[in-house]
């Protein structure tokens, strides 16, 4: 059984903060994919990650891919209220796409 | 671009009874994912379909539930003889058929939200 863990569990900053949350595993992956999901609604795909070391800008959020490719974090600059969401980190395990894994996720409320 | 549609959106059910449902992929979305998310807990992995084809069923209970992808029509996901601890949200996801690691990028519908009385 595959374990990913994502830290913090909970965040709660004021508006303008910085903040990273993370994703951390031992397996290495395929691909990782980033979602936030609002209550009451499915996952929103934020993000797409392939390649070992890969860092991609999506606005104020910044994703990046752990060179061996076990490990991912989403750095947000200047939090903003809309921001606010359960963020959810998703690999595909090394060698298929049957499945995405999913962990607890990090549950971030951004305060005006 | 329509997304991903499920339905219904909440559905209610008593012991025993029978929970079908529903979902449309994306258009051009061959690939179809089912996941359920258990309060206060991640979404778990559940099946994966093709048109007319079980993938990987390697998540789903042994017994009373079941899936299918026709040919034509959306994909149902069974529930036969419904118990309390099938209360959840049911999320469906499609994906592209694959050609390179992007194609294999899911997108979620809203979910169902079924609750067992």
């Known amino acids: 059984t595959q374990l990913l863990e994502q830290s913090p569990q909970f965040l709660s900053i004021q508006e303008g903060e910085n903040l990273t949350v993370y994703c951390n595993s031992s397996s290495v992956f395929s691909s990782l994919q980033w979602y936030r999901q609002e209550p009451g609604e499915g996952p929103v795909l934020l993000v797409t990650?392939?390649?070992?070391?890969e860092v991609k800008k999506l606005k104020r959020l910044t994703f990046q891919f752990g060179d061996a490719r076990k490990d991912s974090s989403l750095h947000i600059t200047a939090a903003q209220p809309g921001d606010t969401g359960l963020y959810l980190c998703?690999?595909?395990?090394?060698?298929?796409?049957?499945?995405?894994?999913f962990g607890a996720g990090t549950r971030l409320a951004v305060h005006p | 671009n329509a997304g991903v549609m499920q339905n219904p959106r909440h559905l209610v059910r008593r012991r025993g009874q029978e929970a079908r449902l529903r979902c449309s992929p994306m258009?051009?979305?061959?690939?179809v994912y089912w996941y359920r998310q258990l309060p206060e807990e991640g979404l778990k992995f559940m099946v994966y379909?093709?048109?007319?084809?079980?993938?990987?069923e390697s998540g789903m209970p042994k017994e009373r539930f079941s899936a299918e992808f026709p040919k034509e029509g959306p994909s149902i996901l069974r529930i036969q003889q419904v118990v309390r601890g099938d209360s959840a949200a049911y999320f469906c996801?499609?994906?592209?058929?694959?050609?390179?690691?992007?194609?294999?990028?899911?997108?979620f519908g809203p979910g169902t939200r079924l609750t067992v009385t």
């Open positions: 379909l093709q048109k007319e084809n079980i993938i990987d």
């Open positions: 990650v392939v390649t070992g070391g």
């Open positions: 996801a499609s994906s592209l058929p694959g050609r390179d690691r992007f194609s294999y990028e899911q997108y």
């Open positions: 998703a690999p595909y395990p090394w060698g298929g796409y049957n499945k995405l894994i």
């Open positions: 258009k051009g979305h061959s690939h």
